[in-house]
């Protein structure tokens, strides 16, 4: 494969075939924008009586989107186009439009859109169920929602030619092409390098929670996302119970983070500014196509993971920053010093909650997710069986106790949404992430000079070139390499893990 890639390609005139499937395309592709709109706002504007409708609509353009697009004209289009495309360099937008136009079709042609509508009507009356079994930490109220959720995806599965492994195909819709067995592997070994350091660590005393003002928060919060590049004219941030980033269209960037005590709330908005710089950042000539979108959530979680931690909590940045956080919270930092400040924001401390863990915590928080939902999907596990599984394996894995179904089983919203086979993603990008950063590293020697100054558009227009502006156009595997030169390779983030946190 070309290292370099091209948006267009000089070769060959496109033909009609290729100029209306493009239109099919993009037609697909704003059905399925309005609908990613409507998930921005059912979490975060929404009035929670609005849920029975919106399911309704989201099963609508759901299903529209899917008819749409496995429409046998469109296959007739790609069938035509074959010639065309074996014609071009494979790099050219037009093969890569082409090519992965036609693994999508056929995949999605294998699934009914009526069922595509029904995981999705499921999806949104589960997400407000977890809202509220959530707030009341109860997991009884959204037991039954999983239960259809699983049913549907067992439904979804048999569409399929059988895999090795049944979640092999769940997997496949958030890092196509990843196998079971690979990521199996991967965590195996993050297992066996970071327990340890966990138990190394043992339980200190836990950080007290800083109660800064919710203002003084958001805005400090968009001094930083200022200073990363958060754009008033493409961007927004808004607060919701479960930090998420949504891209509804090119050009809109929709952010997400709730203000809480501690600094996990700006750390949770430099880690969805990670996905926003992502989609971003895409070529803009790619925008309503199939390749207008990140390629996969193990290459997108390596970008907010590189923002949160890589960038977020290191020492350059708050070289920079720091300053300005004692004079924001003067009461709270003014006798802290920097050192001080660092060792707190990176120390190892097992804690509940995900999205609040350090480092090297937060990948036994997935590895445990992970080996549920293949129990779940394989039949191994019944969701009554959940909670009581979640709270004995949660306690083997991090040496806590779970104290209550909101702190366990309930924090996150996924299952709640359907999203089966998606958590693996998080620590797969936390691999990749350390990965691509040394290969930055190369090319970028004065970096730690450049974040003492506040100065981050090198390293964004870094990753510009080398990742974000190819979209889809190449497989999660491919884009890896052109990123970095390897393949997925967990050896490099267990020892950055290693240096630094094994003194303590």
């Given at each position: 494969?070309?290292a370099?890639?091209t948006?267009?390609?000089p070769?060959?005139?496109?033909?009609?075939?290729?100029?209306?499937?493009?239109?099919?395309?993009?037609?697909?592709?704003?059905?399925?924008?309005?609908?990613?709109?409507?998930?921005?706002?059912?979490?975060?504007?929404?009035?929670?009586?609005?849920?029975?409708?919106?399911?309704?609509?989201?099963?609508?353009?759901?299903?529209?989107?899917h008819?749409?697009?496995?429409?046998?004209?469109?296959?007739?289009?790609?069938?035509?186009?074959?010639?065309?495309?074996?014609?071009?360099?494979?790099?050219?937008f037009?093969?890569?439009?082409?090519?992965?136009?036609?693994?999508?079709?056929?995949?999605?042609?294998?699934?009914?859109?009526?069922?595509?509508?029904?995981?999705?009507?499921?999806?949104?009356?589960?997400?407000?169920?977890?809202?509220?079994?959530?707030?009341a930490?109860?997991?009884?109220?959204?037991?039954?929602?999983?239960?259809?959720?699983?049913?549907?995806?067992?439904?979804?599965?048999?569409?399929?030619?059988?895999?090795?492994?049944?979640?092999?195909?769940?997997?496949?819709?958030?890092?196509?092409?990843?196998?079971?067995?690979?990521?199996?592997?991967?965590?195996?070994?993050?297992?066996?390098?970071?327990?340890?350091?966990?138990?190394?660590?043992?339980?200190?005393?836990?950080?007290?929670?800083?109660?800064?003002?919710?203002?003084?928060?958001?805005?400090?919060?968009?001094?930083?996302?200022?200073?990363?590049?958060?754009?008033?004219?493409s961007?927004?941030?808004?607060?919701?119970?479960?930090?998420?980033m949504?891209?509804?269209?090119?050009?809109?960037?929709?952010?997400?983070?709730?203000?809480?005590?501690?600094?996990?709330?700006?750390?949770?908005?430099?880690?969805?500014?990670?996905?926003?710089?992502?989609?971003?950042?895409?070529?803009?000539?790619?925008?309503?196509?199939?390749?207008?979108?990140?390629?996969?959530?193990?290459?997108?979680?390596?970008?907010?993971?590189?923002?949160?931690?890589?960038?977020?909590?290191?020492?350059?940045?708050?070289?920079?920053?720091?300053?300005?956080?004692?004079?924001?919270?003067?009461?709270h930092?003014?006798?802290l010093?920097?050192?001080?400040?660092?060792?707190?924001?990176?120390?190892v401390?097992?804690?509940?909650?995900?999205?609040?863990?350090?480092?090297?915590?937060?990948?036994?928080?997935?590895?445990?997710?992970?080996?549920?939902?293949?129990?779940?999907?394989?039949?191994?596990?019944?969701?009554?069986?959940?909670?009581?599984?979640?709270?004995?394996?949660?306690?083997?894995?991090?040496?806590?106790?779970?104290?209550?179904?909101?702190?366990?089983?309930?924090?996150?919203?996924?299952?709640?949404?359907?999203?089966?086979?998606?958590?693996?993603?998080?620590?797969?990008?936390?691999v990749?992430?350390?990965?691509?950063?040394?290969?930055?590293?190369?090319d970028?020697?004065?970096?730690?000079?450049?974040?003492?100054?506040?100065?981050?558009?090198?390293?964004?227009?870094?990753?510009?070139?080398?990742?974000?502006?190819h979209?889809?156009?190449?497989?999660?595997?491919?884009?890896?390499?052109?990123?970095?030169?390897?393949?997925?390779?967990?050896?490099?983030?267990?020892?950055?893990?290693?240096a630094?946190y094994?003194?303590?």
């Amino acid at each position: 494969m070309a290292a370099q890639a091209t948006v267009g390609s000089p070769f060959v005139s496109p033909p009609a075939a290729f100029d209306e499937l493009r239109i099919r395309l993009a037609e697909v592709s704003d059905v399925q924008h309005a609908s990613g709109l409507l998930f921005w706002d059912q979490r975060t504007k929404m009035p929670p009586a609005g849920s029975e409708g919106r399911a309704e609509q989201v099963a609508t353009l759901g299903r529209i989107a899917h008819e749409r697009f496995v429409d046998a004209a469109v296959g007739r289009l790609l069938e035509e186009l074959r010639p065309y495309e074996d014609s071009l360099p494979r790099e050219s937008f037009e093969a890569s439009l082409i090519r992965v136009a036609r693994r999508d079709w056929e995949k999605a042609t294998c699934v009914p859109p009526s069922l595509t509508a029904e995981m999705r009507r499921a999806g949104a009356l589960g997400f407000r169920a977890w809202s509220e079994a959530r707030a009341a930490s109860d997991f009884s109220p959204l037991a039954p929602h999983l239960e259809r959720n699983l049913e549907l995806k067992h439904r979804y599965v048999a569409c399929f030619p059988p895999a090795e492994e049944t979640y092999d195909i769940l997997l496949d819709d958030y890092e196509p092409g990843m196998k079971t067995a690979e990521v199996r592997a991967v965590f195996d070994e993050l297992k066996r390098e970071l327990i340890p350091l966990v138990r190394a660590a043992g339980l200190p005393e836990p950080t007290p929670l800083l109660e800064l003002p919710r203002d003084g928060q958001e805005r400090f919060a968009r001094r930083v996302l200022d200073r990363l590049g958060f754009d008033e004219r493409s961007w927004r941030l808004d607060e919701t119970a479960h930090p998420f980033m949504s891209s509804p269209g090119s050009g809109d960037v929709r952010l997400t983070t709730r203000w809480e005590p501690g600094l996990n709330w700006l750390f949770g908005a430099i880690h969805e500014f990670g996905h926003g710089v992502y989609e971003h950042d895409i070529d803009p000539a790619l925008a309503r196509t199939p390749l207008g979108g990140g390629v996969s959530l193990g290459l997108h979680e390596s970008q907010s993971r590189t923002w949160e931690n890589l960038v977020g909590r290191s020492r350059p940045f708050w070289r920079f920053f720091y300053p300005q956080l004692q004079d924001a919270f003067p009461e709270h930092f003014g006798g802290l010093s920097e050192d001080d400040f660092g060792r707190m924001t990176n120390r190892v401390e097992p804690s509940l909650i995900r999205v609040d863990a350090d480092e090297v915590t937060y990948n036994l928080h997935i590895i445990l997710r992970f080996e549920l939902e293949q129990e779940l999907i394989d039949g191994r596990l019944e969701i009554a069986e959940l909670p009581g599984a979640w709270n004995e394996r949660f306690e083997e894995y991090l040496g806590i106790p779970v104290t209550s179904d909101r702190e366990g089983v309930l924090q996150d919203m996924h299952w709640g949404g359907g999203a089966f086979g998606y958590f693996s993603t998080y620590s797969l990008g936390n691999v990749m992430s350390v990965q691509i950063w040394e290969r930055m590293l190369v090319d970028l020697p004065e970096l730690d000079e450049q974040f003492a100054r506040g100065e981050f558009a090198p390293l964004r227009a870094w990753y510009g070139e080398h990742l974000y502006r190819h979209g889809r156009k190449f497989t999660p595997q491919e884009t890896l390499e052109l990123a970095c030169g390897s393949t997925l390779d967990a050896g490099p983030y267990v020892r950055y893990l290693q240096a630094k946190y094994a003194a303590g």
